[in-house]
T-cell receptor
């Protein structure tokens, strides 16, 4: 079973509009973390936002917010006021403890969503 | 930006040849990781290191080996490259395993003909 599911291979959004990128996850651990990364066409991986499983409030970083619904195991990324520079691949990822690993926490990535912002 | 460099940035090689990719960090972070990125798969962990000479396998480690003789360097070796190892390889670092952020290098595009 996939640990991280991103069901939207591609999304379009009009410039200045808000867009939500979906991410659901699967874990039996109580302590875990969720990330979103952006990968523009230039190829680098850019960290956007992080949400811990015990964080009571949704994480926000500028125009990015993470809509964390623990019971539904979803961690959707919301980008407000989209800009042309937001066009990129977006990856959701989760870290969770790996048993018998001496404390190492495994990170699993989803397959990504390609966002295109239309002028 | 975190100080992570990867070399080479691009490489074309032939099937059966050995290839070594280097990741160098200036952040003195304890954990280092090698991922490969392929369309439809996202990023998949190949190997990771939790200290000098301390390494372990990730989910797609077959055909790869790693070494870490210094804190700042993490080497990924393909002993005998195959076409299925054509990919983009990313190195990443984190200060601790229970990190809130993982910093990525610029990536290495490897083509095995």
């Amino acid at each position: 079973a996939q640990k991280i599911t991103q069901t939207q291979p591609g999304m379009f959004v009009q410039e200045k509009e808000a867009v939500t990128l979906d991410c659901t996850y699967d874990t039996s651990d109580q302590s875990y973390g969720l990330f979103w990364y952006k990968q523009p066409s230039s190829g680098e991986m850019i960290f956007l936002i992080y949400q811990g499983s015990y964080d009571e409030q949704n994480a926000t970083e500028g125009r990015y917010s993470l809509n964390f619904q623990k019971a539904r195991k979803s961690a959707n990324l919301v980008i407000s006021a989209s800009q042309l520079g937001d066009s990129a691949m977006y990856f959701c990822a989760m870290r969770e403890p790996l048993s018998n690993s001496g404390g190492y926490q495994k990170v699993t990535f989803g397959i990504g969503t390609k966002l295109q912002v239309i002028p | 930006d975190a100080g992570i460099t990867q070399s080479p940035r691009h490489k074309v090689t032939e099937t059966g040849t050995p290839v070594t990719l280097r990741c160098h960090q200036t952040e003195n972070h304890r954990y280092m990781y090698w991922y490969r990125q392929d369309p439809g798969h996202g990023l998949r962990l190949i190997h990771y290191s939790y200290g000098v000479k301390d390494t372990d396998k990730g989910e797609v480690s077959d055909g790869y080996s790693v070494s870490r003789s210094k804190t700042e360097d993490f080497l990924l070796t393909l002993e005998s490259a195959t076409s299925s190892q054509t990919s983009v390889y990313f190195c990443a670092i984190s200060e601790a395993s229970s990190y809130n952020e993982q910093f990525f290098g610029p990536g290495t595009r490897l083509t095995v003909l």
